[in-house]
């Protein structure tokens, strides 16, 4: 399954992909993730998120990537890292790998992967009132649509809300994403975020 959440400079993109990844941790996921969290998880690296191919290993995990359009930009998609990525892509669902990704705008990402995307979750971050409303559209649909004998309706939406407060302290907004490797070792108590 490939998640993308897009949005706007501040609309909580990355604060609700670490929610939801906090969430599959806590449901017993490994995490991988280009980005540092205050939970257990491995660090990985640009350079090891588009080395990874169809002969990697990595399997059976969650894999987080913020701003991929910096690893997968469109204006670069016949370039060999995106082509080798772009299999790896296509392998996620036999290899059982959820990824979570942010992006400004959909466009700027590479087209393979804006193909096999299969749910849009869309954030409205509340500073004022420290809440996320988040509708996820169900893409997935769309394809399962038969256009000869069904009539077209709109993706299922799905709307949440859930207190910013307790994923704050998950993750730095302001980190820029570092290269190499590092686990992060400490426990914390597995208690998943409730939605409002």
Same mark, same amino acid.
């Given at each position: 399954?490939?998640?993308?959440?897009k %949005?706007?400079? %501040?609309?909580? /993109?990355?604060? $609700?992909?670490?929610?939801?990844?906090?969430n599959?941790?806590c449901m %017993?996921?490994?995490?991988?993730?280009?980005?540092e969290?205050?939970?257990?998880?491995?660090?990985? @690296?640009e350079?090891d998120?588009?080395?990874?191919?169809?002969?990697?290993?990595i399997?059976? !995990?969650?894999?987080?990537?913020?701003e991929?359009?910096v690893?997968?930009d @469109? +204006?670069?998609? @016949?370039r %060999? +890292?995106?082509?080798d990525?772009?299999?790896?892509?296509?392998?996620?669902?036999?290899?059982?790998?959820?990824?979570? !990704?942010t992006?400004?705008f959909?466009?700027?990402v590479d087209l393979?992967?804006?193909?096999?995307?299969?749910?849009?979750?869309?954030?409205?971050?509340?500073?004022?009132?420290?809440? !996320?409303e988040?509708?996820y559209?169900d893409?997935?649909?769309i394809?399962?649509?038969?256009?000869?004998?069904?009539?077209f309706s709109?993706?299922?939406?799905?709307t949440?809300?859930?207190? !910013? +407060?307790?994923v704050y302290?998950l993750?730095?907004?302001?980190?820029?994403? /570092?290269?190499g490797k590092?686990k992060?070792?400490e426990k914390? $108590?597995?208690?998943?975020?409730?939605? /409002?």
């Open positions: 399954m490939i998640v993308l959440y %949005g706007r400079r %501040g609309a909580g /993109k990355t604060l $609700t992909m670490t929610k939801d990844a906090y599959y941790y %017993g996921w490994n995490v991988y993730s280009n980005i969290f205050q939970f257990p998880h491995e660090y990985i @690296s350079n998120i588009i080395s990874i191919d169809a002969d990697s290993s399997n059976n !995990c969650v894999l987080v990537i913020d991929i359009q690893l997968l @469109s +204006r670069r998609s @016949s %060999g +890292r995106n082509v990525f772009s299999y790896f892509i296509q392998q996620i669902r036999k290899r059982n790998i959820i990824l979570l !990704c992006t400004q959909t466009g700027t393979r992967l804006r193909e096999h995307i299969d749910v849009i979750a869309k954030p409205k971050y509340s500073k004022k009132h420290e809440v !996320c988040v509708t559209m893409l997935t649909a394809e399962d649509f038969d256009m000869f004998t069904e009539e709109s993706p299922p939406l799905r949440i809300v859930y207190d !910013c +407060r307790l302290g993750y730095d907004t302001n980190r820029i994403v /570092k290269v590092k992060v070792e914390p $108590t597995k208690k998943r975020i409730r939605n /409002k």
